[in-house]
């Protein structure tokens, strides 16, 4: 057990669907980052939020929206989805909003398969 | 653009014997460097990180080394165990923000017992 609590871990849905994937970090972490790895691609970096705020984003889609909570848990949308969002979702955190010191510490993700 | 890869896709090695996965970046400001290991049904896990100033750190039957010369990363794993049998990423981390953390595709080691 890594820390971070990712929740569903297998979800299956329908085209043009809406889901919500949650994520707790680790304890004392406040950086949050979500990352998307599709079939035999390395992982693409979507969003990052730091102690609740915005910090970053990479290849998100507009269908695409994420935030983290007081409580500094995340939830990622994923909205009118279609078969190309049929993937892994992880969710990792650190401490540090800059420098990761340390790497990040990884959940097992959320496979996302869009019928 | 900023660019993380490996040169081998796949890699089988014996049991016992040493595996050598290799990396390259493109981006000389990257000053942090990080291996993950992801086994299947799992998220990556931390395995060794080196920083900028170093060229070589060494783990547990793990080592990297950084040829910044080349911009060249290398995991070195001692004594291959069928446990060890995963997907390994590099990760480039440049001076400017760890969200800015960039992931190699990834490289798959079998290990044959």
């Known amino acids: 057990d890594s820390g971070v609590t990712q929740t569903p871990k297998h979800l299956i849905t329908a085209t043009g669907q809406r889901v919500t994937l949650r994520c707790s970090p680790r304890s004392g972490d406040l950086s949050v980052y979500w990352y998307q790895q599709s079939l035999d691609q390395g992982l693409q970096f979507l969003i990052q939020?730091?102690?609740?705020?915005?910090?970053a984003k990479g290849n998100i889609l507009e269908r695409f929206s994420a935030q983290q909570f007081p409580d500094l848990h995340s939830e990622l949308n994923l909205s009118s989805l279609e078969l190309g969002d049929s993937a892994l979702y992880f969710c990792?955190?650190?401490?540090?909003?800059?420098?990761?010191?340390?790497?990040?510490?990884f959940g097992s993700g959320t496979r996302l398969t869009v019928v | 653009g900023e660019n993380v890869g490996l040169h081998l896709p796949t890699l089988s090695v014996q049991e016992g014997d040493n595996s050598i996965i290799n990396c390259a970046y493109s981006n000389s400001a990257s000053d942090y460097f990080i291996w993950y290991k992801q086994e299947s049904g799992k998220g990556p896990q931390f395995i060794i990180d080196i920083r900028s100033n170093m060229d070589k750190r060494q783990g547990q039957r793990v080592t990297v080394l950084l040829n910044k010369t080349v911009k060249h990363l290398s995991l070195q794993i001692a004594a291959t165990q069928p446990g060890d049998s995963a997907v390994y990423f590099c990760a480039e981390t440049p001076n400017t923000g760890g969200f800015k953390t960039i992931f190699g595709a990834g490289t798959r080691l079998f290990v044959k017992a």
């Open positions: 939020y730091y102690n609740g705020e915005e910090r």
């Open positions: 990792a955190s650190s401490v540090d909003f800059g420098l990761a010191n340390y790497g990040y510490t």
